[in-house]
């Protein structure tokens, strides 16, 4: 305990003093980049309360929060939510097993609340309990106190940041809503972000539509001012000082200058030009996770379970496999030659250069298959301990982007106009038929004609193709169709 806390006291020791600048002189950089004057502080509003968003908000809020005349952030999240009794004792126990969250609160005059909410005494909810720094989908993770606005017009009109922590399915109406408060704006926001997810859409041509694109046709904000902010990560083990990178993607003339303000000595952030691909691998990676997770029984003792991971990765380039099927080391191999083959069949579809998304597509997969709430959300599914009719949004996970991304993936590429020639039947056919489990997932989550069990069947069919053929049938085509992605 000694050793975390004084390599914490390290790291904030180095984050004042980092690339050269300190944070106040960061500070200063970014906003003359923006024009700002001395009386006039940068304001940021997280768009959406979520374990990300919230953690994202706290660690811009530790890094600057002290610079109040220069530096303003406040988070958004919906009012109403009520806290579960049982979440309100969990909170409890968290917050009297941790000594600096027990005196912050008492100095506050913030702790007899949640000693009554305990008793059943009075009712939580979930903007209230994040000012104290309590996320409902992470409240094992205190974060530092928060600025909550539940009003969205008061919380986004006046923002030269605006980040977006919502689900892809909510990005669309809510910007459409925050666009109405823009109106008489002079200068255009700057817009991060943080979702994935997608959607599809048919005509002109069928083609995704990712949440950047959401935005920009939600707000009319010009698309170089929107960005996206993703990597293999998970939000706890980010605020908790993990090592931890992550690439901010769009515009020149924005990611760079964000990445340097953005950047801390545990959270890494480079930048990238291409916008698009990464958002929906992003996606990608969510649907496959799922079906990981369906087959999914974790040992008892986590830490081997850990080390087994990494030490399948070193050998076998799939430690990531480590979490599939039922322990079996075969079947686990079986499954991820599988989605991992599929994956580089949807991708040749969708990039130019798909082996340079390589190697962030399979860390972002790594992560969610290790820890990842879509990978939980198979899990749990495969167990009976959740079923489908409770929907994807769960309480203390949130929303599982697997389940909508499963359904737009399969809507895409289930189209005719795309149509591939069929390596045995040598006939035109929808990419999805190269996609059993893609196929699968769907029947499971979506239509809901089959049972989680279906995964392994769908494995153990004795028809299903070589991974390696489909792979060289990316590989050997004029494979990338642009359209996809709406680009020109």
Known sequence: MVG?????????????QHNGLNLEDKLDEFRRLLGKS?????????????????????????????????????????????VSRSTAEHLFEVINSREDVLRRLIRRCAYLKYVEARLGDRTLYADEILKDGFCLNMVDTPLCPLKVVTNLQEAAWDADIVVNGLPSTETRQVFEEI???????????????????????????????TPTKMIHQATGVPIENVLYL???????????????????????????????FLRQPHFIVWDNSDLVTHEVMGGLKNVYAIGAGKCLHVHKDSRDFTLALILLLLFFFSG???????????????????????????????????????????????????KGRNAWYGQMLAKGEINRDMGDSISGKGMIQGVSAVGAFYQLLSQSSLSILHSEEKKPVAPVESCPILKTLYKILITREQSTQAILQALRDETLNDPRDRIEIAQSHAFYRPSLLDQP
């Open 38 to 82: 001395d009386k006039d502080p940068l304001r940021i509003v997280s768009v959406g309360a979520g374990a990300w968003g919230s953690v994202f908000a706290a660690l811009l809020q530790e890094s600057y929060g002290g610079f109040r005349e220069k530096f303003q952030i406040r988070i958004w999240r919906r009012p109403g939510r009520a």
């Open 4 to 16: 975390s806390i004084e390599a914490k006291s390290l790291l904030s020791k180095c984050s004042a």
């Open 179 to 209: 666009s109405k408060y823009w109106k008489e704006r002079i200068t255009v926001p700057i817009i991060i972000s943080l979702s994935k997810g997608i959607e599809t859409a048919l005509e002109p041509v069928p083609h995704i539509i």
């Open 320 to 370: 990531m496999v480590a979490a599939l099927t039922n322990e079996s080391a075969t079947s686990k191999s079986v499954y991820f030659a599988h989605c991992t083959s599929e994956m580089i069949f949807i991708t040749h579809l969708l990039a130019e250069e798909p082996e340079k998304l390589a190697g962030p597509l399979l860390a972002d997969t790594y992560v969610t298959l290790l």
């Open 230 to 260: 993703g990597g293999p990560n998970i939000a706890a083990e980010i605020y908790n000082k993990e090592y931890a990178n992550a690439r901010i993607c769009g515009a020149e003339k924005w990611r760079k200058p964000l990445a340097k």
